[in-house]
């Protein structure tokens, strides 16, 4: 009795901040259903991000040689595996030691020739730390874009779960989902102005030949651009991105480099003086002005028409670091908010009317007895509630369902237990013997059911998604909480009762019968 | 007040051939119309893209069909959702693409049709389709093994095989029920699947708990009678657990909304045929499968002697007489 006037206050207690909603205390958030708003499954493509390592490795090896002043050859990317050849053979030592130091690598020779590939655990690991990062990149540009809540979490080896309450129209669940996708893969590459003018009618297959790739400009796609294949520099030597607007009112971003990108770049501009410098953002040519001296300080700019809007997204990109590889869409689910607030009155139209039919239904057909079990119901409510809100759980429509089954499931332990307790009185034994028993005899068919299924519940959770996990939750918080009303609650209560009952004598009254 | 009189032992087992039988004709139905018919598997399972739209004055179905002819959607169908006002069209494939996707498109289409609210998009891809039915079969197939071993464990093997063999009936007549309404099968119809098992097997066990406290206590050696006299004993139990949950579903189904009716339907079906099963069927495989009582009060009594022999042990030692 003690235990259940215990577990009644605390089911109180702990439910009132999710009843009122208030800002302090622990308290039930509305599942996205409910509330409304967006659910994404985001697969990370993987492979990309090996690709881009390979391509990372090329450039390591491109400034090696540069700066050791040996000579090399043909370097290119063949598939997933970098291949160069050395010119004297003397160098090669020195090429071999430098290789050494980047970790993971296999590299095989023939000749002079070499041939650089990731192990098998690099590029797992490659790809694990991909969506590490795609997480961590993801969550910046969501909190920085600011949305209430976001939540971004990794599923399994590719996937990330993005949730966003604070959707509230399609077209801010647009701009959340163009944010989000955008690589913000910004890249300086040189342009090849030796075959410049060629552009126009060379194939890719001709172009790689040279090492160079074919790219589109940003707002015209007839005009193309052939640059070195190898980048000088990648976003990832980026510290800073801003909004500005150049003299014509135009936004641009600038953006600051980090201390050894400043020095490529200062580098590379002052041994390119004359020739174009490409500013690649996502594949696409933004800009590529003529070089006029050596640009030190490690400063740039991308101007390229852009609204002020998407230059702050861009920024926003920029700033939390390029996506390591792509990102596609596996599933979504958004729900409007007023589709949200229809489904809460739906449901708690369904879930009050329930209940009151269960209680009127227990006090006409137990009479007192009813009134005892509806007590251990109601208790039951409350407990689910404040253990829910103490795990910050979130209610959902299926958990909703969750709780209506399981006050089905509370009604049928106190049915069993008021059944049993009736048959004893029909047998003439003394009423307080016809409780003990009652009880006594009811347990086990109550225990074994019950943990039968929770068992499934059990199951359920491990096996189960989103909704169905929910579900599951509330259904055995439900079970638990019901056994200890229905087996300890009431039946302190009966004892409690139990002298006036005695005196009383009138069964009917107290047990419907 | 009373629904059945306590006193009175009906006489199940005798009737249970055509019990069984009219089980039989219902599971053969079931068997059939999932075989030709089919579950309809929504886009939980099935991959593809929902949305749904809410105009402000009737939904132009017709027009809405129209416009989406010449396009790539021209396939979709569109049904009306719970009131006139609103639609959910459903297209069959899905986009990958996280920066414009088949919602967009759809606003845009549907631009010209009148002033609407998209309230739903649900999209989900062909892997994640995949994955999600694969893990439903896991949990079903899971909880079985699970309660097998568990009423094994807390009964007798012939008991976990009857409660098998009743579950097994109810869940193929509800996916029969909702194959014959082509109720859409999405993660919610699993949820509820999975609860009947829960219920179903709730009410099973507590027919099973009596007629094992049967066995043990009455010194009736007729399997069939003692059983008839548990069913009987419990019959006022399942009935009135029935009815009330059966209530409360109810009213989910009546006013859950549109989005909980499939849930609810198939709760309802399977609280129906669950009831019947732990009533008629559950005990009538237990005999079927001529449990013998005399071994299982043999084997109880043994482990009652054991039980019995190791406190005297135990008091033994305490006193300190070994």
Sequence with gaps: MIIFILSLLFGVIFSVPSFLQTDSGKKISLGLDLQGGLHMLLGVKTNEAVTSKIKSIATSIKYFAEDEDILIDGLSIRGESVIFSVLDKDEIPKVDKMLEQIKGLNVSKDGLALKVELTDDEVLRTKDLAVAQAVETIRNRLDQFGLAEPTVIRQGDTDIVVELPGIKTQADEKAARELISKPANLELMAVDEERADQVYSMSKAQAAQYGDIILEDSRNPEIKYLVKEIPILNGSQVIDAKVAFDQSNQAIINFTLNS????????????????RLAIVLDGRVYSAPNIRERIGGGSGQISGGFTTVEAGNVAIALRSGALPASVELLEKRSVGPSLGADSIQASMVALISGFVIVFIFMIVYYRYAGVIANVALITNIFIIIAVMAMFGATLTLPGMAGIVLTIGMAVDANVIISERIRENIRANMSIP??????????????????????????????????????????????????????ILGTHGMYEAVLSKIQKDKNTKKWFGI | MEIFSNNKTYDFMGKRIPFLGL????????????????????????????????????????????????????????????????????????????????????????????????RRVDMVGPKVGGELREKGLMALGLSLIVILVYVSFRFEWRFAIASILALAHDITIALGAISLFNVEVNLDILAAILTILGYSLNDTIIVFDRVREGIQTSKESILSKITNESVSRTLSRTTLTSLTTFFVVATLFAFGGEIIHGFAFTLLVGIVVGTYSSIFVAASFLVQLKFNIENFRAKEAEKVKKQKEKDKLRAMYEQGTV
């Design chain 2, 23 to 118: 089980s039989a004709i219902l599971f053969i139905a079931s068997i059939i119309l999932l075989t030709t018919k089919g579950l309809n598997f929504g886009i939980d399972f099935a991959g593809g893209t929902i949305v749904q739209v809410k105009y402000e004055q009737k939904a132009p179905i017709d027009k809405i069909r129209e416009v989406l002819a010449n396009t790539e959607y021209k396939g979709s169908t569109i049904t009306e959702f719970g009131s006139p006002e609103e639609v959910v069209i459903r297209v069959t494939g899905s986009s990958s693409a996280l920066a414009n996707d088949i919602g967009d498109e759809m606003h845009k289409l549907l631009d010209s049709t009148g002033n609407f609210n998209v």
């Design chain 1, 433 to 486: 013997k016809a409780i003990e028993d009652g009880y006594a005899n009811a347990m086990r068919a109550i225990l074994d059911a019950n943990i039968t299924t929770l068992l499934v519940a059990v199951i359920l959770y491990a096996y189960g998604t989103g909704p169905i996990k929910g579900f599951a939750v509330t259904i055995s918080i439900g079970i638990l909480a019901s056994m200890l009303t229905a």
């Design chain 1, 260 to 275: 050894s990108g400043s020095r490529i770049f200062g580098e590379f501009t002052g041994k390119n003086v004359g020739k």
